[in-house]
């Protein structure tokens, strides 16, 4: 499910370089230990920033275990420094509605 959130996300965001999306939620690892997630998606294209990304762009981004608790909509492309938040923390599945990317 998270696999294809993250497809139809990215799909959205490919028509729309104005616009960063940040998912967060967290990783349980195979020794049951808890970790941040973070996803950035731009362009098209997702990268982890907590954990490892594969070369490969048609690799799922996710790390096993990862679960997607939220989302942001942010002004693209990010300014760390100026970032500008439009919308969230608000459920991932909120922002398949490509009206909601105004």
Do not use: K, N
Request: with cysteine; glycine share 6%; aromatic share 4%.
């Amino acid at each position: 499910m998270s696999s294809d959130l993250l497809q139809a996300l990215e799909a959205i965001s490919r028509d729309r370089a104005d616009r960063v999306v940040r998912l967060s939620g967290r990783v349980i690892t195979a020794s049951g230990e808890i970790e941040a997630l973070e996803v950035l998606i731009y362009r098209g294209f997702s990268s982890c920033t907590t954990h490892p990304t594969a070369f490969d762009p048609d690799t799922c981004v996710l790390p096993e275990g990862g679960v997607i608790d939220a989302a942001e909509l942010l002004v693209g492309p990010l300014q760390p420094q100026q970032e500008q938040r439009l919308q969230g923390p608000i459920p991932a599945q909120a922002l398949l509605d490509p009206t909601r990317w105004c």
